[in-house]
């Protein structure tokens, strides 16, 4: 049950588009359609943001997007806010029927 | 409006045990898998274990396997989690989680589980 292994850091200014990506193995993100991406602000409980590698829960906007190609996924954030600000985690499904999640990701807006 | 509130954080010697609750309202809990996820201080989340809608089925982490075990009472809404032979490294926030299609939809505001001698 290894991490998914994400950039410890990322920016960019608002307006722009940034890209995080979430490397895994065959036996969780490459095996399965169940990759799911979670904001987290400081000292507040993470947010799901997509599911399903690419689907959108009601109430988020449409400005995150997900995708995947072979082991990995990644998490578009277009039109950077400064309340995008925060930890980005993805996580997917495991053949060992358990859940992974990836180390983070520091999302500073410039 | 779904929430989930997390209770039983505390501060316990290594070795000790500890049991986490978590109350659900705003949907039909015993329709739902949930989970238990843990954030140590400043560093990432842990998927911990989940439970499926009856309970017949669970699964843990590696890292607490044998120790931690997911339970749950569908007649009063609530999530629990027994921790025994606590480590210092179990030290973190303990968050319960409303689990669909393998992801987490919704989450509590965590629990603090402290391990110290």
């Known amino acids: 049950q290894s991490a998914l292994t994400q950039p410890a850091s990322v920016s960019g200014s608002p307006g722009q588009s940034i890209t995080i990506s979430c490397i895994g193995i065959s036996s969780d993100v490459g095996g399965y359609n169940y990759v799911s991406w979670y904001q987290q602000h400081p000292g507040k409980a993470p947010r799901l943001l997509i599911y399903d590698v690419s689907n959108w829960p009601s109430g988020v906007s449409n400005r995150f997007s997900g995708s995947k190609s072979a082991n990995t996924a990644s998490l578009t954030i277009s039109g950077l806010r400064a309340e995008d600000e925060a930890l980005y985690y993805c996580s997917s499904y495991t053949d060992s029927s358990s859940v992974v999640f990836g180390g983070g990701t520091k999302l500073t807006v410039l | 409006q779904v929430q989930l509130v997390e209770s039983g954080g505390d501060l316990v010697k290594p070795g000790g045990s500890l049991r986490l609750s978590c109350v659900a309202s705003g949907f039909t809990f015993s329709d739902y898998y949930m989970s238990w996820i843990r954030q140590a201080p400043g560093k990432g989340l842990e998927w911990v274990s989940y439970i499926s809608s009856s309970g017949s089925t669970t699964v843990y982490a590696d890292s607490v396997k044998g120790r931690f075990t997911i339970s749950r009472d569908n007649a009063k809404s609530e999530l629990y989690l027994q921790m025994s032979s606590l480590r210092v490294e179990d030290t973190a926030v303990y968050y319960c989680?409303?689990?669909?299609?393998?992801?987490?939809?919704?989450w509590g505001q965590g629990t603090l589980v402290t391990v110290s001698s």
């Open positions: 989680a409303k689990f669909l299609n393998f992801a987490h939809d919704y």
